[in-house]
Nanobody
Framework: QVQLVESGGGLVQAGGSLRLSCAAS????????MGWYRQAPGKQRELVAT???????NYADSVKGRFSISREDAKNTVCLQMNSLKPEDTAVYYC???????????????WGKGTLVTVSS
């Protein structure tokens, strides 16, 4: 089994910062892309940022210049540093990873359960 566990959400004032972390655990052979998505109340889940195993990064236009994604392959973790937060960043943030399990050698997409980020004005 493979599991993704997020941490670091919470309540912050507009202009503040938060750092989200996500750790993958289980029978992992390798991890391809990792990323963060978010879902605000009444809206569809949307991409925030992704990073490939080769280090290629993609950001949603709405977070460019404010958010920074990084990964540490030795620990199977991905982090999202969020600065200059705005009320519209309020959402549940989900970790996502494309993982090759060690017992199947098949790549599958996995999701964490999400962590709530609330930005007050």
């Amino acid at each position: 089994q493979v599991q993704l566990v997020e941490s670091g959400g919470g309540l912050v004032q507009a202009g503040g910062s938060l750092r989200l972390s996500c750790a993958a655990s289980g029978s992992i052979f390798s991890i391809n892309s990792m990323g963060w998505y978010r879902q605000a109340p009444g809206k569809q889940r949307e991409l925030v940022a992704t990073i490939t195993s080769g280090g290629t990064i993609n950001y949603a236009d709405s977070v460019k210049g404010r958010f920074s994604i990084s990964r540490e392959d030795a620990k199977n973790t991905v982090c999202l540093q969020m600065n200059s937060l705005k009320p519209e960043d309020t959402a549940v943030y989900y970790c996502n990873a494309n993982i090759i399990a060690s017992w199947t050698y098949i790549a599958m997409v996995h999701w964490g359960k999400g962590t709530l980020v609330t930005v007050s004005s």
